[in-house]
């Protein structure tokens, strides 16, 4: 793989995580399980509800009310292994020609399915 394209890659791969198409899964010995899964909703609960209640009325007429309010769960990173289960996931093998011996043969691939 060269090496500044698979930067960029990983960099691309950090930009769109977590999303709705690309939300890579692994189980607890850090094996990947599925590279897409549902962004699961949770509320800002304990302290959100408190400060809402403790605001003068008319300040807290301007936020959301308290069992509306909802974040994205919080934010989650990849660590470089895993960012290597998942480039090795998504590359196919066997694509390129004309490589030295006992080169690793692997195209890498983005993961984008709409132009």
């Known amino acids: 793989m060269a090496t500044?394209?698979?930067a960029g890659?990983?960099?691309?791969?950090?930009?769109?995580?977590?999303?709705?198409?690309?939300?890579?899964?692994?189980?607890?010995s850090d094996e990947l399980i599925s590279l897409t899964s549902e962004i699961t909703q949770t509320?800002?609960?304990?302290?959100?509800?408190?400060?809402?209640?403790?605001?003068?009325?008319w300040i807290s007429a301007f936020l959301p009310p308290p069992e509306?309010?909802?974040?994205?769960?919080?934010?989650k990173t990849?660590?470089?292994?895993?960012?290597k289960k998942i480039v090795l996931a998504l590359s196919t093998p066997g694509k390129l020609s004309d490589l030295p011996t006992k080169t690793v043969n692997l195209l890498i691939f983005n993961n984008?399915?709409?132009a």
């Open 4 to 6: 500044p394209h698979t």
């Open 9 to 28: 890659l990983l960099a691309y791969f950090l930009s769109i995580y977590p999303s709705a198409t690309f939300n890579p899964t692994f189980d607890e």
């Open 43 to 57: 509320s800002l609960g304990g302290i959100y509800p408190v400060v809402h209640a403790a605001l003068p009325p």
């Open 68 to 75: 509306s309010f909802q974040l994205i769960a919080p934010i």
């Open 78 to 83: 990849l660590t470089p292994a895993q960012l």
């Open 112 to 114: 984008a399915t709409v």
